[in-house]
């Protein structure tokens, strides 16, 4: 299956990010938002990670799908 060209640049955008630190806004709907900051880790053929780090110094790796961000339920931010 062909994807689109959209999903590609957004593949490519992310991919020449990786290891870089980022700021994530994921929308749960109904104007509710989680905003965290991290560092895009790991990237797979249908999703991405990015490590973040809490205030209680453990991290936690959290993955996102190219077609969120596609639809804009997650946002990125690149620093």
């Known amino acids: ?3 689109p060209d959209n999903m590609c640049y957004i593949y490519n955008l992310i991919s020449n990010h990786m290891g ?3 700021m ?3 929308n749960h709907g109904r104007n509710r938002y989680d905003v965290s900051e991290g560092v895009i880790s790991e990237m ?5 990670c990015v490590t973040v780090n809490s205030d209680d110094d453990s991290s936690k790796q959290i993955s996102y799908s190219y077609t969120d961000v596609l639809i804009k339920d997650v946002e990125l931010v690149f620093a």
């Not at 797979?44 to 991405?48: E, I, L, N």
């Open 44 to 48: 797979h053929p249908h999703v991405f």
């Open 24 to 26: 994530v806004r994921e």
């Open 1 to 3: 299956m062909k994807q």
């Open 20 to 22: 870089k630190r980022v």
